[in-house]
Protein backbone atom coordinates (compact mmCIF):
# COMPACT_ATOMS: atom_id res chain seq x y z
CA UNK A 1 0.00 0.00 0.00
CA UNK A 2 2.76 2.41 0.56
CA UNK A 3 4.60 2.05 -2.83
CA UNK A 4 7.78 1.25 -1.89
CA UNK A 5 10.31 -0.11 0.63
CA UNK A 6 12.05 2.70 1.36
CA UNK A 7 8.48 4.67 2.80
CA UNK A 8 8.18 1.15 4.91
CA UNK A 9 11.35 1.25 6.48
CA UNK A 10 11.19 4.97 7.49
CA UNK A 11 7.60 4.15 8.96
CA UNK A 12 9.24 1.46 10.85
CA UNK A 13 12.48 3.00 12.01
CA UNK A 14 11.53 6.54 13.36
CA UNK A 15 9.16 4.54 15.64
CA UNK A 16 12.08 2.05 16.89
CA UNK A 17 14.05 5.53 17.48
CA UNK A 18 11.24 6.94 19.31
CA UNK A 19 11.04 4.23 21.30
CA UNK A 20 14.75 3.73 22.24
CA UNK A 21 14.77 7.35 23.57
CA UNK A 22 12.03 6.18 25.37
CA UNK A 23 14.11 3.11 26.62
CA UNK A 24 17.05 4.57 27.15
CA UNK A 25 15.45 7.82 29.30
CA UNK A 26 14.06 5.15 31.32
CA UNK A 27 17.41 4.50 33.03
CA UNK A 28 17.41 7.88 34.51
CA UNK A 29 13.66 7.57 35.67
CA UNK A 30 14.21 4.04 37.03
CA UNK A 31 16.97 4.46 38.89
CA UNK A 32 15.45 7.94 40.51
CA UNK A 33 12.48 5.37 41.76
CA UNK A 34 14.05 2.85 42.82
CA UNK A 35 17.28 4.59 44.55
CA UNK A 36 17.31 2.73 47.57
CA UNK A 37 17.31 -0.49 45.87
CA UNK A 38 20.98 -1.77 44.58
CA UNK A 39 20.58 -1.15 41.09
CA UNK A 40 21.20 -5.00 39.13
CA UNK A 41 22.52 -3.29 36.09
CA UNK A 42 25.12 -1.48 35.26
CA UNK A 43 26.00 1.64 33.00
CA UNK A 44 29.54 2.72 32.03
CA UNK A 45 30.08 6.33 32.50
CA UNK A 46 26.23 6.68 33.93
CA UNK A 47 25.62 9.62 33.09
CA UNK A 48 27.30 10.29 29.93
CA UNK A 49 26.62 7.32 28.02
CA UNK A 50 22.54 7.46 28.42
CA UNK A 51 22.72 11.67 27.76
CA UNK A 52 24.77 10.35 24.25
CA UNK A 53 22.47 7.66 23.19
CA UNK A 54 19.12 9.85 24.07
CA UNK A 55 20.84 13.20 22.33
CA UNK A 56 21.95 11.08 19.05
CA UNK A 57 18.34 9.24 19.42
CA UNK A 58 16.43 12.42 19.16
CA UNK A 59 19.01 14.10 16.95
CA UNK A 60 17.63 10.81 14.44
CA UNK A 61 14.15 11.48 14.81
CA UNK A 62 14.21 15.41 14.48
CA UNK A 63 16.06 14.86 11.35
CA UNK A 64 13.60 12.12 9.98
CA UNK A 65 10.82 15.00 11.19
CA UNK A 66 12.37 17.88 8.55
CA UNK A 67 13.40 15.69 5.46
CA UNK A 68 10.57 12.98 5.68
CA UNK A 69 7.92 14.62 7.50
CA UNK A 70 4.78 12.95 6.35
CA UNK A 71 6.49 9.13 6.57
CA UNK A 72 6.98 10.36 10.20
CA UNK A 73 3.91 11.51 11.19
CA UNK A 74 2.44 8.23 9.39
CA UNK A 75 4.51 6.39 11.99
CA UNK A 76 3.17 8.16 14.85
CA UNK A 77 -0.31 7.45 13.83
CA UNK A 78 0.13 3.84 12.43
CA UNK A 79 1.91 3.37 16.33
CA UNK A 80 -1.15 5.43 17.96
CA UNK A 81 -3.56 3.15 16.44
CA UNK A 82 -1.95 0.29 18.46
CA UNK A 83 -3.25 2.24 21.17
CA UNK A 84 -6.64 1.11 22.08
CA UNK A 85 -6.32 -2.31 20.94
CA UNK A 86 -3.69 -2.59 23.37
CA UNK A 87 -6.02 -1.39 26.34
CA UNK A 88 -8.69 -3.48 25.45
CA UNK A 89 -6.59 -6.28 25.42
CA UNK A 90 -5.11 -5.45 28.83
CA UNK A 91 -8.03 -4.44 30.52
CA UNK A 92 -10.03 -8.17 29.14
CA UNK A 93 -7.05 -9.66 30.70
CA UNK A 94 -7.55 -8.16 34.39
CA UNK A 95 -11.64 -8.76 34.34
Known sequence: MS????????LAMFMVWFFFVMAVAGIFVLRKKFSHLN????????????????AGGIYILLST???DFKTAVLGILITALGVPVYNHITKSKIA
Request: charged share 5%; aromatic share 18%; hydrophobic share 50%.
Open 39 to 54: PAYKVPFYPFVPLVGI
Open 3 to 10: GSFEVLTT
Open 65 to 67: LVT
